[in-house]
């Protein structure tokens, strides 16, 4: 790869804490080298606190664009001059880009990855959503462009599952206890909570779901984990098991990094296959440096 940093290399980045553990700066940099652009994707570790400053110090250096993970997903929109329309419904931005006329533009590519990997999915289809935090509200916003339904929410927060059917009033809610009784019906069951994925010192197995809920969905279900470390995740191992079809986050990671430079590069067709085998490829050592030593946290959101 011959890449050289030049007074005319043009910046972009990544903010969130931590970063440090991000596949993007992989997965783009590789894309951006294929294409021969002359862009440099940067992490910038960030700390809640400091996002004003660090988001006006962006726009100083003449940053074209960035994503955003956690903690400022949220906490960034006061920030923007404009926010797409969608993402301020989610009420969440996860990409920001330079506006012609100063400031920054925000939007939501979560909800474009989220969707790529069901683009094949037949419209009508009865979809159960775990988890009611941030991801879920891109999920549902994504199930709902594609005119997934019933769309079901099973979360543990009263507060939270109200909040969302403020939001979307034509998606259903769910108690965890009331999960059984719709798992026959359900021909999409995307995870949306942490659960199963990995954290040093917590058990290895962890499944939102058990084998035996598993076998209660109809042959030929969909099971989609927004979670991508480990990759499969024992929901996803239990899922091909029993016959169902597996789709991992990594596709959705992906995917939101595609549509995200894509974005910024004027609306360019950019190379998702480079960015899949960078992403994998990071993946790959991340897990070897782990198997060296469980200690780090591996963020799992960019
Ligand atoms: P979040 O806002 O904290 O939401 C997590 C949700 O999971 C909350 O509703 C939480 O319930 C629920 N939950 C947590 N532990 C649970 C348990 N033991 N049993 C039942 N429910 C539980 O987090 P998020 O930002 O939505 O992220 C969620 C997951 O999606 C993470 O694993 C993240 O890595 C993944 N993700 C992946 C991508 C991707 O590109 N693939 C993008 C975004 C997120 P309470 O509200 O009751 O705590």
Known sequence: MDRRISGSTQL?????DPVVHSLSPAMHNAALAAMGEDYCYVPFPVA???LAVAVAGLAAIGVRGFNVTIPHKQAI??????????AAKVGAVNTVYALPEGGWGGTNTDIDG???????LEKGIPTLILGCGGAARAAIQGCLELELGPVRVAG?????????????PQVETLSWAELDRHLPETSLVVNTTPVGMYKPGSPAELSPLSREQLRLLPAGAVVYDLIYVPDPTPLLRMAAALGHTPISGLEMLIHQGAKALSLWLGGKPVPVEVMRQAARQQL???????ARDPKPQLSSQS
Do not use: M
């Not at 929109?77 to 969608?86: D, F, G, I, K, T």
């Not at 543990?156 to 979307?168: D, F, G, I, N, Y």
């Not at 790959?284 to 782990?290: G, L, M, S, V, W």
């Open 284 to 290: 790959a050592q991340i897990e070897a440096d782990r």
């Open 12 to 16: 972009l980045g990544l903010i969130g």
């Open 156 to 168: 543990r927060s009263p507060e939270k599952l109200q909040a969302l059917q403020q939001t979307w």
């Open 48 to 50: 809640a606190e400091r």
């Open 114 to 120: 989220f969707v790529q990997p069901l683009l094949g």
């Open 77 to 86: 929109l006061p920030l923007l001059s404009q926010v797409e329309a969608r």
